[in-house]
């Protein structure tokens, strides 16, 4: 014989409790289920935020990569810079380039093989010369030579002294040359 089951507690009716008795009997029935369907939820935002702090910590490495990247680029970016000013000044120091195997064309081509050169100072655009000579007329054509030398300028007697005893004549000259 199958057995029956026997409730002592008398079953009332819902609209016959009290509001404690209703408020419980409410809990009990319904409470459950939404305190185990808040927990679900807290648990899946829980989940939900660490995925969210998992794609902000790769985001966070990810700008701080670009970030060197750009840090790099610009340092190149300046180190470009800097070559072109120097390639720059470079090319401006080729333009105004002091030139001493002109000067020493010139002074080969003007100046007669009898003078002998003592001193010779080559400057940008001057050249100072003391020379001795054992006759004036070699002075004479070095001067004439200067003078229609299309590649000088002006041309400075600074100091002449003629000595008879030695027969020679020494003097200094300044020549300006026009741009080489």
Not at 115 to 133: C, F, G, W
């Amino acid at each position: 014989m199958p057995t029956k089951e026997i409730n002592l507690v008398p079953e009332k009716e819902f609209g016959k409790l009290s509001a404690r008795e209703k408020a419980f009997d409410w809990t009990v029935k319904y409470g459950r289920t939404i305190v185990i369907i808040v927990q679900g939820l807290v648990i899946c935002l829980l989940f939900y935020k660490l995925a969210l702090s998992d794609q902000l910590s790769k985001v966070s490495d990810n700008v701080e990569k670009k970030s060197s990247i750009v840090a790099s680029f610009s340092s190149t970016e300046k180190e470009l810079s800097d070559i072109q000013k120097r390639i720059e000044l470079l090319k401006g120091v080729k333009r105004d380039l002091f030139k001493p195997s002109a000067y020493a064309k010139i002074i080969a081509r003007d100046v007669p093989k009898d003078i002998s050169l003592d001193t010779v100072i080559l400057q940008p655009n001057l050249i100072q010369l003391n020379a001795k000579s054992s006759n004036i007329t070699s002075f004479g054509q070095m001067i004439q030579s200067m003078d229609s030398d299309s590649e000088l300028g002006r041309v400075d007697l600074l100091g002449a002294h003629l000595n008879p005893s030695e027969n020679t004549f020494t003097f200094d000259i300044e020549i300006e040359t026009k741009k080489l």
